[in-house]
């Protein structure tokens, strides 16, 4: 199986805009700061938010359009305007060749919850204001950012829930394999609003749960030998959960885990470190621990990575897999590592990655 290098990193989160800022922010243990919402009216169930609230969309992103996009929408844009800025996402004779996977929980939550309700609340239920339609779109934040930086190839949305940033890099990584495309930039988005706070909350989420927002993107690029990449993903693998399925066990995360290692061919000795995602309906690692166990390997003797991130910038939902593989991009040690995550409805997945020696590592080469 082919490996994808990962040839930069766009991020925007609470601990910092920009893949720099977070990872020293990161390295040095900070924590953003926990708000408590205010429920009054129902708006929001109780619950803490971390959220972007000094995010200047304009200064990132300049006034030109802004009033038109969402949250959503800004957050995708500033973490591929990241990318750009950095030599540019693609020559301009190779733009058909360079194209956007973007994951999210449903595009973007707050405008199409808003746009819904308005079609209740108006007198008539056509009497909503078309400015709000295109927001409405699933893949509204994908299609702006593909128009902003010329990006003509590959175009798609995927929502995957809290696993939507592994899933779009499956799916990128899928295209780039299959020749379909040079470059692609890959990640997830997430923001905080009311209507995705109170899908967390039936999802079973606690009050103590804190629940941010953000967005990590990375550019993907088919790998070449000589390239300095700051990672190499050797493989992904993801499984969606049966209609009735709540629950996964061990045994199920484990053997795809094996299968991964057996597909490119990795010796479990070769792994280094893990990090798993810890999410609404697995607070706590001990399922991911036995599965790599199952798996074959010593997460007793591996390097563990970013396992507190959820207490550093909230649970992040659609945005949350990409952020936590940002984050093992900026604090893994060299080496081979295992990425896991569990969704709510028993979905899971999990990513090799392969974080070369310091020496070699460049974000933004």
């Known amino acids: 199986m082919m490996p994808i290098d990962i ?8 601990l910092g805009i920009g893949f720099d800022a977070y990872a020293a922010a990161l390295r040095a243990g900070m924590r953003a700061r926990v708000q408590s919402v205010d429920s009054a ?19 990132y992103l300049g006034r030109k359009g802004l ?13 591929c305007k990241q990318i750009a800025d950095d030599r540019g996402i693609s020559a301009p004779e190779r733009q058909d060749r360079c194209g956007l996977v973007l994951g999210s929980a449903a595009g973007g939550l707050r405008s199409t919850s808003d746009f819904i309700r308005t079609t209740y609340t108006s007198a008539l239920p056509y009497q909503v204001s078309p400015l709000q339609f295109p927001n409405a779109i699933m893949n509204s934040a994908a299609s702006q950012c593909a128009i902003r930086f010329d990006m003509r190839g590959v175009n798609a949305t995927i929502c995957a829930g809290e696993l939507s940033g ?21 990640g997830s988005a997430e923001e905080f609003c009311g209507f995705g706070a109170w899908s967390h909350h039936a999802a079973g989420a606690t009050d103590d749960l804190a629940l941010g927002e953000g967005s990590a ?9 000589g390239r300095h990449a700051p990672a190499r993903l050797k493989a992904i693998r993801l499984r969606r959960a049966g209609r009735d399925a709540t629950d996964v066990d061990a045994a199920t995360l484990g053997g795809h885990i094996r299968r991964m290692l057996e597909e490119t061919a990795t ?29 074959g390997l010593s997460p007793d003797q591996m390097h563990p990575v970013a396992h507190d991130l959820h207490e550093q910038i909230g649970f992040t939902g659609a945005a949350s897999t990409s952020l936590q593989l940002a984050a093992a991009i900026a604090t893994a ?25 310091i020496a070699e590592r460049s974000v933004g080469q």
């Open 333 to 357: 040690p060299s080496g081979m590592g295992v990425l896991t995550a569990i969704g709510a409805h028993g979905d899971i997945a999990c990513a090799l990655v392969e974080i070369p020696a």
């Open 166 to 186: 592994l899933a779009a890099l499956g799916y990128a990584s899928r295209m780039l394999r299959a020749g379909h495309a040079d470059n692609l930039v890959a």
């Open 267 to 295: 010796a479990t000795g070769a792994v280094t470190w893990w990090s798993a995602h810890r999410g609404v309906a697995r607070p706590d690692h001990a399922l991911h621990r036995e599965a790599l166990r199952l798996a």
């Open 67 to 79: 009033s038109t996009l969402d949250r959503i929408t800004q957050f995708s844009i500033a973490a």
């Open 7 to 14: 040839a930069r990193v766009g991020v925007v989160s609470a």
């Open 41 to 59: 009216g129902d708006s929001f169930p109780p619950c803490g938010a971390i959220t972007l609230g000094d995010f200047d969309a304009a200064a």
């Open 217 to 225: 993107v990375f550019e993907l690029q088919a790998s070449r030998t």
